[in-house]
């Protein structure tokens, strides 16, 4: 009789074990520009929250959305065309300020320099000129920065209109698509016998703290704020007893996504 129940036990074990909890890892990162030079560095994203889920949220969506009558209002092409334009005009208002914040600086290191000094020694006389060439093209700056505003500024306003009725009407229709979303993934969750689960990213971009979940099929979602697009991960994993599972969210596997 023992030597019969023994071999159940210890099937019983590996059972339980099997279905035990495992530790999954998520790290997001976003691509940014160096600012220290040229090309991009990695930069971690905090604060944002992260969702495991035991079903593929976009293919309800996708679903709920092809049996709708209707299709999704569109965004209009010159509409997309006009965003682009004014992100273009951001960013060179914004280099144009970057830059006129370094020769603030610079200037005002370069005086601070220049008291240590007589007006008749050659140093001073040397760091007089540049003063004078930095000082110039600090005036030229100046001046491009504030035409680049007054730019970003009137194209910005040229699409508030605009950008604010698609708006509605996208709102509108998915209101009425997706009014079973929440029933569906109810029903989702309970036919996978599995739990969802949420954390937030801490300042070092992680989250895991309650990402202790059983073994199965997950889906990493999570989404990131950009000014004029949103970063949008739907990351297939499998969970397995054992050594955590890592998972990396950046740009590269992100799908960008317009942003009203």
């Known amino acids: 009789m023992r030597r019969r129940t023994l071999p159940l036990a210890m099937g019983l074990l590996l059972a339980v074990a099997a279905c035990g909890p495992a530790q999954v890892v998520v790290t997001m990162q976003q691509t940014v520009n160096n600012p220290d030079g040229s090309g991009t560095v990695e930069r971690p994203i905090p ?21 709708f009558p209707t299709q999704e209002p569109p965004i209009p092409p010159d509409l ?31 005086t601070t320099t220049m008291k ?91 989250a895991s703290k309650h990402f202790q979940v059983k073994p199965g099929k997950y889906w990493v979602t999570a989404r990131f704020d950009l000014p004029y697009t949103q970063l949008y991960w739907n990351v297939p994993i499998e969970v397995k007893r054992g050594k955590p599972v890592q998972v990396l969210l950046n740009n590269k596997n992100a799908k960008e996504r317009v942003k009203l």
Do not use: C
């Open 116 to 206: 240590k000094y007589s007006r008749g020694e050659s140093r001073y006389i040397a760091l007089y000129r540049q003063f004078q060439d930095f000082d110039a093209e600090l005036s030229k700056v100046d001046r491009e920065m504030k035409s680049s505003f007054q730019r970003f500024d009137s194209l910005s306003k040229a699409t508030i209109h605009q950008s604010d009725s698609i708006r509605v009407l996208r709102n509108s229709w998915a209101d009425s698509a997706f009014a079973s979303v929440d029933s569906v993934f109810a029903l989702k969750l309970q036919a996978s016998g599995l739990q969802a689960a949420a954390d937030t990213t801490d300042a070092n971009g992680v």
């Open 80 to 110: 997309l065309a006009a965003r682009d334009s004014v992100r273009t005009a951001q960013e060179r208002w914004q280099a144009n300020t970057a830059r006129w914040n370094t020769l603030r600086d610079t200037l005002e290191k370069i």
């Open 47 to 67: 604060n944002v929250e992260v969702q495991l889920l035991p079903f593929d949220r976009d293919q309800i969506f996708d679903s709920l959305s092809k049996a």
